[in-house]
C-alpha cells in the first residue's frame, strides 16, 4: 500500500493512471474517469481536493478543485475529506462548491482573501439538498393553527406570505417600510404544523416547500481565516456573502473554526460566515466564531449609524441550536455583536460564549439560553412566546432588551432561573433589567406587548461597580413614555401585568425598583414571593 501510494505523490497524473492500473490487477474497479481525461478517482472511498488537483500550500488557487471535488461526490454520494495539514487558498473567482454529502475537514485550513474579488456576493460553499421543491395548495391559514388538509409527501419547510400587509416596519436610523407578512414552520406528511403560525392570512398569496432530507449532513472541523475587505465605505449597507450558506435541512456543523483578520478602517460588513436561511433542525456545535469590526456609513434616515455585521446569522430557520459554540473578546466593544436572526421558530443556545443573541425581525416559539455566557452586545428579543434564560451570565447594559426599533414587543412570557447580570460588562451603569421602550406613535405593523408575565427565580445582578448616588437596579425604565399623560397613543403598548420576584440580590446590597416613573409603577403589579 505504501508503494501505491507513492506513485501518486512521485509522478502525479501518471503515478495515479498507473495506480488505477495496478487497482484494476487487482481485482479493485470501482473507479469513475472524468470526462476530461483527468486521473480516475475512487467511488469506495471519501473524495479528497488533491484529486481533483488541488495542492494546499496556502498559495495555489484551490477553490476550482474543491468546486469539482464536492461535484464528483455529490453524484456518486461520497463523503468528501480534506488532507490533515493542507492549507488550501480559496481564490477571487465567483465560484461555489455545492455541499451534498458529509465533509470532514479535520485539521485543514483555508484562506480566504476578500481583499479583491470577483463577486462579493457569492459565497464560498452552499450546503444545499437534493431534494426538489414542491407545490402545496395552501390558501388559508390562521394565527396558532397546527393541522391542514394539506398532505406533503414528505415533512418540508414551508413558507407563507401575504402580500396584503407589511410587519416589522423599522423605526429609528435605519428605518424602512417593513417586509410582507411572512410565516415559516414544519408540514408534516399528516398535515400537522410544527412552528406556531404568528398571523392570519386570507389569503396566502405565496408558499415555497422544501422537503426535508431525513438523513442527516455532517460538515466537520476545518480552520477558516477570512482577510477582511477593503471595500470603499459608501451610502448604506453592501453585505458580502464569502461564507457557508446552509440551506439543507437537517445539518449539524461541528467544530468548525473562523477567525477574521487584518481589518482595516475602511470595509463593509458580512452576512453570516456560517449562514443558515431556509430550513429547519439545523445544529451549531463546538464551532470557534469571530467578532467583526464596527463601520458606519449613512443610515435610511440619512444620519450615520454603525453597520451590523455578522459572524453567524439565522434567517427563515426552525429550531435553530447552537450548542457549545464560543468566541474571545466578548466584552469588547469595538467588535459588532456576533449573531443576528431573522423570522426563526424555536431558538436553543446551550453552553455558549458569545458576545451577543438577537432576534431582529421576531423569534417564535421557544428562545431559550441555558448554561451561557453572553458579553456586551447582550440578549435581545422580539417576537412571542417563551423566553427562558437559564444558568447562565448576561454582560448587557440590560439583561434583556426588546429592540425599540421593532416596537419592543413580546406576546408571551419571560422566565429567569439561577442566573448573573453583571451590567455593561462591569461598567459603572444605572441598570435597567428590562429595556423597552414604545410610545404608541409608530406604527410597526402589528400590535405591541411587553412580555405578560416575568418570573425570576434566582438572580443575582453584580453591580459592585456603579455610578454615584446610586440607590438600586431598576427592572424597566419607562417603557411607554407616559409622561405628559396626556399624550395621543395612536399604536398602544400594552403593558406587563405581573413580575413574580423570588432570590433576587445584589452585590450592592440595594433593593431591585420598579420604575422611575411613578405613573408606570402604578400599572405592573411586583410579586415578592418566598
Known amino acids: ?237 453592501n453585505y458580502w456573502s464569502r461564507n457557508i450558506a446552509i440551506s439543507r435541512s437537517n445539518t449539524t456543523v461541528e467544530g468548525l473554526t473562523h477567525h477574521i483578520v487584518e481589518e482595516t478602517e475602511v470595509g463593509h460588513p458580512y452576512g453570516g460566515f456560517l449562514a443558515v436561511s431556509r430550513c429547519a433542525n439545523v445544529t451549531l456545535r463546538n464551532c470557534f466564531v469571530t467578532g467583526h469590526k464596527t463601520y458606519r456609513t449613512i443610515g435610511s434616515a440619512r444620519q450615520p449609524v454603525s453597520m451590523g455585521t455578522y459572524d453567524l446569522s439565522a434567517n427563515e430557520v426552525v429550531n435553530f441550536t447552537m450548542i457549545g459554540c464560543r468566541m474571545e473578546n466578548i466584552c469588547d466593544p469595538t467588535r459588532w455583536g456576533v449573531i443576528g436572526t431573522n423570522f426563526c421558530k424555536n431558538i436553543l443556545l446551550e453552553n455558549c460564549t458569545l458576545s451577543r443573541m438577537d432576534t431582529h425581525q421576531g423569534v417564535s416559539g421557544t428562545y431559550t439560553i441555558r448554561g451561557c455566557t453572553l458579553g456586551h452586545a447582550g440578549l435581545n428579543a422580539i417576537g412571542r412566546g417563551t423566553l427562558t434564560v437559564e444558568n447562565s451570565t448576561l454582560n448587557g447594559r440590560s439583561l434583556i432588551t426588546l429592540r425599540g426599533d421593532y416596537g419592543s414587543t413580546w406576546e408571551g412570557t419571560v422566565v429567569i432561573r439561577d442566573s448573573r447580570w453583571i451590567p455593561a460588562c462591569g461598567t459603572a451603569v444605572q441598570p435597567y433589567l428590562l429595556s423597552a421602550s414604545n410610545d404608541g406613535q409608530h406604527d410597526f405593523g402589528y400590535p405591541c406587548f411587553m412580555p405578560r408575565e416575568i418570573t425570576i427565580d434566582g438572580l443575582v445582578i453584580d453591580d459592585r461597580n456603579h455610578p454615584k448616588d446610586y440607590a438600586g437596579p431598576y427592572l424597566f425604565a419607562d417603557p411607554d413614555g407616559r409622561e405628559p399623560a396626556s399624550a395621543a397613543r395612536p399604536f398602544p403598548y400594552r403593558l406587563t401585568e405581573q413580575v413574580t420576584l423570588r432570590r433576587v440580590t445584589s452585590t450592592s446590597g440595594r433593593a431591585l425598583r420598579t420604575s422611575p416613573d411613578p405613573a408606570f409603577n402604578t400599572c405592573v403589579r411586583v410579586l415578592e414571593a418566598n
Open 1 to 237: 500500500m505504501m508503494l501505491l501510494s507513492n506513485f501518486r505523490t512521485i509522478a502525479g497524473a501518471r503515478g495515479a493512471r498507473l495506480l488505477f492500473l495496478l487497482a484494476i490487477a487487482a481485482g479493485r474497479t470501482s473507479q469513475s474517469v472524468a470526462a476530461d481525461g483527468t486521473p480516475p478517482v475512487p467511488t469506495d472511498r471519501p473524495v479528497s481536493y488533491e484529486a481533483f488537483g488541488a495542492v494546499g500550500d496556502g498559495v495555489a488557487d484551490d477553490l476550482p478543485a474543491i468546486v469539482q471535488a464536492h461535484a464528483f461526490a455529490n453524484s456518486h454520494g461520497l463523503p468528501v475529506r480534506s488532507k490533515s495539514g493542507a492549507t488550501y487558498h480559496l481564490g477571487r473567482r465567483a465560484l461555489t462548491a455545492v455541499i451534498q454529502t458529509d465533509t470532514d475537514w479535520g485539521t485543514s485550513r483555508f484562506t480566504i482573501d476578500d481583499r479583491n474579488v470577483e463577486n462579493h456576493r457569492a459565497s464560498l460553499f452552499a450546503v444545499r439538498s437534493r431534494l426538489a421543491p414542491v407545490s402545496l395548495p395552501i390558501r388559508q391559514l390562521t394565527r396558532d393553527q397546527r393541522q391542514t388538509e394539506v398532505r406533503p409527501p414528505r415533512d418540508c419547510w414551508v413558507l407563507v406570505e401575504s402580500n396584503r400587509r407589511r410587519v416589522y416596519i423599522r423605526r429609528g436610523l435605519n428605518q424602512n417600510n417593513g417586509t410582507p407578512q411572512r410565516d415559516c414552520f414544519i408540514l408534516r406528511r399528516d398535515g400537522s404544523i410544527e412552528g406556531a403560525i404568528d398571523w392570519d392570512y386570507d389569503p396566502v398569496t405565496r408558499v415555497e416547500a422544501l422537503p426535508i432530507d431525513e438523513a442527516p449532513l455532517v460538515l466537520r472541523g476545518g480552520i477558516f481565516t477570512t482577510i477582511a475587505n477593503r471595500m470603499k465605505q459608501e451610502i448604506g449597507y
